[in-house]
């Protein structure tokens, strides 16, 4: 994609199993609801899953809010990612460091977090959900809706 005549986000976590792919859907159905043409996408910064499906949580929380993630599969970071792409949107610190660290000198992209859009969460993480229960996947689908949403409305302009 050499000239980017349309906004393209790309949702990274660490391993692309459990916050980038439920950001990527809900970023996903946000757009769509406001008529947004955007390209949209996840990956992870770390190679442990790659090709694998979301986490079955993951999937199950998606599910319960009307989004089928089944189909995602897991892929790593690549320096086109930062000239393919106008936003890279990490889900937390060490993500969003791992991102400077790994852009090409010729990156284009736009990096931030996620929380960063959403007013009185600027500079927090969305937090990991995959060591602890499914509640912690509840809290993870309502902050990434929420960042979904304030990326949306500043994308809309």
């Known amino acids: 994609m050499s000239v980017k005549s349309k906004p393209a ?14 950001a990527e859907a ?14 949209i996408d996840s990956a992870g910064t770390g190679d442990w899953h ?8 993951a999937q199950a ?5 009307g989004v089928d ?3 995602y599969r897991a892929r790593q970071v690549t ?12 889900l937390d610190a060490n993500n969003f460091a791992d991102l400077r660290a790994l852009a090409p000198a010729d990156a284009s992209a736009e ?8 007013a009185g969460r600027e500079g927090e993480a969305v937090a990991d959900p995959y060591y602890g229960d499914d509640a912690g996947f509840d809290v993870t689908w309502a902050d990434v809706t929420a960042g979904a949403r304030g990326l949306l409305d500043r994308l809309k302009g």
């Open 61 to 65: 929380v998606a599910k319960r809010h």
């Open 69 to 71: 993630i089944s189909g």
């Open 26 to 39: 809900a970023f996903r159905e946000e757009a769509e609801r406001a008529g947004l043409d955007v390209t």
């Open 9 to 22: 986000v790309l949702f990274v976590c660490l391993g692309n199993i459990c916050r980038s792919p439920l």
């Open 111 to 118: 990096l931030s977090l996620l929380l960063d859009h959403v």
């Open 50 to 57: 790659l090709g694998h499906a979301p986490d079955k949580r």
């Open 79 to 90: 320096p086109d990612d930062f000239r393919d792409f106008t936003h890279i949107v990490a």
